[in-house]
Structure formats: structure tokens, C-alpha cells
């Protein structure tokens, strides 16, 4: 198992920035692709990005890409979110998860994902 705790989000002006970050602990971090979604109340959460176990393969939403830039760093038990232009449409809770997978690549579906973390707000002011 692996325990996830996101950090970084606040409030910001829209075309301002912000950097999300996951910590994980427990199992081995890099058996697990990883992936953002965000949610809105009483909406279904929302796939924003992705990045394989190695970090040679990442997925974006197309409504954040060119904005938003996924990473990871092993070595740290760690992952990111680099928000960039942020608008009004940004604001959501936002969730790092974790699946583990034989297949190269990851997840865009909520569903195949085993571990969540709790969430941090990101409120982008108009």
C-alpha cells in the first residue's frame, strides 16, 4: 500500500501559478504510475494528468494542457503539478492517486486508480 498527502494548494488570481505536490509513503513509489484528478461539489472527478512509473510517459486533460506540466521524483517519494495561466475553471479540489500496472502507461479513468490522497482546494479568482 501507499499513502498519499497532497500540499500546495491556496488561493490565486487567474493567470497566476501554483505548485501542487503529492508526498507518498508505505510501498515502493516507483511500482506506481500516478496520477492529478480534481473534483467539484456534486460533480464527478475530473482526470487532469498522469505520469508512468518512470516518468517517460505523461497524459494531460486537453483543458490543461500547454498550462499544467506533471512530474516526478523517485529518488524523493514525490510528485507534482505545475499550474501555469490558471483560470476560474481551474478551481476544484485537487487528488493525487496511485495504480499499479503491467502496462507501460497509465490511467485517465478515476476507476482504475487504488490510492487517494485526501485532497487540497485550488480557488482561482476572476
Known amino acids: 500500500q501507499v499513502q498519499l498527502v497532497e500540499s500546495g494548494g491556496g488561493l490565486v488570481q487567474a493567470g497566476g501559478s501554483l505548485r501542487l505536490s503529492c508526498a507518498a509513503s508505505?510501498?515502493?513509489?516507483?511500482?506506481?504510475?500516478m496520477g492529478w484528478f480534481r473534483q467539484l461539489p456534486g460533480k464527478e472527478r475530473e482526470f487532469v494528468a498522469a505520469i508512468s512509473r518512470s516518468g517517460g510517459s505523461v497524459l494531460y486533460a486537453d483543458s490543461v494542457k500547454g498550462r499544467f506540466t506533471i512530474s516526478r521524483d523517485n529518488a524523493n517519494n514525490a510528485m507534482y503539478l505545475q499550474m501555469n495561466s490558471l483560470k476560474p475553471e481551474d478551481t476544484a479540489v485537487y487528488f493525487c492517486a496511485a495504480h499499479v500496472s503491467y502496462s507501460e502507461y497509465p490511467l485517465r479513468i478515476s476507476s482504475g486508480y487504488e490510492y487517494w490522497g485526501q485532497g487540497t482546494q485550488v480557488t482561482v479568482s476572476s
Open positions: 508505505g510501498d515502493t513509489f516507483s511500482n506506481y504510475h
